[in-house]
């Protein structure tokens, strides 16, 4: 069974600085999805940003982007230029690529971003 | 807004109780999953229908049960209410197509209170 990692419980930065939240998982899976989700205090789950295991390109959508370290099992997310909207809780999930699959939740992070 | 409904957004109710829970998945999706969110276990699966049929089980309690109906929309169903339910329960929905991410979007949740 995969198991996904957050060792963060908690973190804070300053308004407009960046930060980089870390996950990591174990699978024997060679093709795999990874997946950043955010909720905020409304308690909706918002995905952030996607990665495919078998593409070496990190994902990257406006301030947000990955660092994917296949062979480490490492997928960490960095936040540029944070927002006061970015408070919130991340979690990382993992997706196995057999098509039609659950998905597998770190316990998440608690950003709170400083103005 | 992720076109995926929930209703309702909030319940309360008595130990010993059922309550049924409502999910509308966003158009053309065929599966749907249901999530428990709780703070002792994090975000748990608990079951996934495709297409009407019953494709995955994960860490739902006998006392739970779903199902799928022809119009694509789900219900869970949670009978014998314990104080260990209170939690939020979120539905899921995505294409279901066997290749590829299918990413996940989420409802806004049913928050259940269990007194």
């Known amino acids: 069974a995969q198991t996904v990692t957050q060792s963060q419980p908690e973190m804070s930065v300053q308004e407009a600085e960046t930060v980089t939240l870390s996950c990591t998982y174990d699978?024997?899976?060679?093709?795999?999805?990874l997946f950043w989700y955010k909720q905020p205090p409304s308690r909706q789950m918002i995905l952030v940003i996607r990665?495919?295991?078998?593409?070496?390109q990190n994902a990257t959508e406006n301030r947000f982007s990955v660092n994917f370290q296949k062979a480490a099992k490492s997928f960490s997310l960095k936040i540029s230029d944070s927002q006061l909207g970015d408070t919130a809780m991340y979690f990382c999930?993992?997706?196995?690529?057999?098509?039609?699959?659950?998905?597998?939740f770190g316990t998440g992070t608690r950003l709170t971003i400083i103005p | 807004d992720s076109g995926v409904t929930q209703t309702p957004k909030h319940l309360i109710t008595a130990t010993g109780q059922r309550v049924t829970l409502r999910c509308s998945p966003r158009?053309?999706?065929?599966?749907v999953y249901w999530y428990q969110q709780s703070l002792d276990q994090g975000l748990q699966f608990l079951i996934q229908?495709?297409?009407?049929?019953?494709?995955a089980k994960g860490n739902i309690l006998e006392r739970f049960s779903a199902q799928q109906f022809p119009d694509l929309h789900s219900e869970l169903n949670l009978s014998s209410l314990e104080l260990g339910d209170s939690a939020l329960y979120f539905c899921?929905?995505?294409?279901?197509?066997?290749?590829?991410?299918?990413?996940?979007?989420f409802g806004p949740g049913t928050r259940l209170t269990v007194l």
């Open positions: 899921a929905s995505s294409a279901g197509l066997a290749g590829g991410p299918d990413t996940q979007y």
């Open positions: 699978t024997s899976e060679n093709n795999y999805y």
């Open positions: 990665q495919e295991a078998y593409k070496q």
């Open positions: 999930a993992f997706k196995s690529n057999f098509g039609n699959e659950k998905l597998t």
């Open positions: 158009s053309g999706d065929l599966s």
């Open positions: 229908y495709y297409n009407g049929e019953e494709r």
